[in-house]
């Protein structure tokens, strides 16, 4: 039982002493610490920090060989040098893409989508694999395209309609089986 008084009236004294030493030289610490910051919300932070040191350590308030607002401020600056250093160490935080801006894409995703379309390509009949290949791999036109496979305009209009229609229900199909498998 005299323990825990003996640990409660120490608590007690510890708080009075953070207490004191943030009325007496707060106001000190918090100027030098925005001085040398430029940003109020860190030198709070910084001030805080230092008052926790200051209340682990006790006694090097006491015996320190200087005066206390001179290690508090000490510890200060310290503690902005090892901030400084932190956030240089650190690589830059990335912010990320705003919402409606496009992604951009590198050459990996560009390798992939080529993979899966082409796959998808080799399931189509090869009347309209040939078809849209032709427009939109190789970018001919209706009659290019026409006169390069010997059909008429209308077949390969035609047969790109009902080739690019059999493709949306293949890449459907896939990402409901795919949705299957992850749900």
Known sequence: MAGWRTRRRREVADEALVRSLFEEHGRAMLG??????????????????????????????VNGRGSVRGWLLTVVRNLVIDRVRASHARPAEVAGVPAGLPVEHDHA???????????????????????????????????????????????????????????????????????????
């Open 32 to 61: 030098y610490a925005t001085r040398l910051l430029g940003d109020r919300a860190a030198a709070e932070d910084v001030v805080q920090e230092a008052l926790v040191r200051a209340w682990r350590n006790p006694d090097s308030l």
């Open 109 to 183: 995703d560009r390798v992939v989508d080529s993979m899966v379309v082409l796959a998808a390509l080799d399931g189509l009949s090869a009347e309209h694999r040939v078809v849209l290949e032709q427009m939109y791999l190789h970018g001919r036109s209706v009659a290019e395209a026409a006169e390069l496979l010997g059909i008429p305009p209308g077949t390969v209009k035609s047969r790109s309609y009902y080739g690019l229609r059999a493709l949306r229900e293949q890449f459907r199909d896939e990402r409901a089986g795919a949705e299957g498998i992850a749900g």
